[in-house]
C-alpha cells in the first residue's frame, strides 16, 4: 500500500533553514514526480515545488525561488526540500505529494493533480 511520510518540520527563527524529507512504502519515488505543496491555516493548499522523474527539471513557486530547493536522493529513495531563509509567511503544514504517470508539468502547482499525499509536516517560523 502506498504510504508518503514527510519528516524534518519543526519550529525555526526567522531566517533559518530546514529540510523537510521525503519517503515511500510501496512505490518507488524515482519514478514519478514528486512535489510540495503547503497550507496554511484557513487558506487553500498550493504548489511550492516540484521535481521531475524523467529529467529531474525542478518548478518552484515564486515565493520560494532563491530560498528553496528540492531534490532527489535516489541512493535512499528520498526527496528533500532544503528551505532557506525562512520567513513568518513560510508557516504552513508542508505535504509531500505524488503526480500520477499522467503528469502535466504545466500544472505542478495544482493540488487536484495529485493522486497521493503524504500525512503532512508542520512548520512553523517564529521569534
Known amino acids: 500500500q502506498l504510504q508518503l511520510v514527510e519528516s524534518g518540520g519543526g519550529l525555526v527563527q526567522p531566517g533559518g533553514s530546514l529540510i523537510l524529507s521525503c519517503t515511500a512504502s510501496?512505490?518507488?519515488?524515482?519514478?514519478?514526480?514528486i512535489a510540495w505543496f503547503l497550507q496554511a491555516p484557513g487558506k487553500d493548499r498550493e504548489g511550492v515545488s516540484c521535481?521531475?522523474?524523467?529529467?529531474?527539471?525542478?518548478y518552484y513557486a515564486d515565493s520560494v525561488k532563491g530560498r528553496f530547493t528540492i531534490s532527489r536522493d535516489n541512493a535512499k529513495d528520498t526527496v528533500h526540500l532544503q528551505m532557506n531563509n525562512l520567513n513568518l509567511a513560510d508557516t504552513a503544514v508542508y505535504y509531500c505529494?505524488?503526480?500520477?504517470?499522467?503528469?502535466?508539468?504545466?500544472?505542478?502547482?495544482?493540488?487536484?493533480?495529485?493522486?497521493?499525499w503524504g500525512q503532512g509536516a508542520q512548520v512553523t517560523v517564529s521569534s
Open positions: 505529494a505524488k503526480d500520477p504517470d499522467t503528469f502535466n508539468e504545466e500544472g505542478w502547482w495544482n493540488p487536484y493533480a495529485i493522486d497521493s
Open positions: 510501496g512505490i518507488s519515488l524515482d519514478n514519478y514526480a
Open positions: 521535481i521531475t522523474n524523467r529529467n529531474g527539471q525542478t
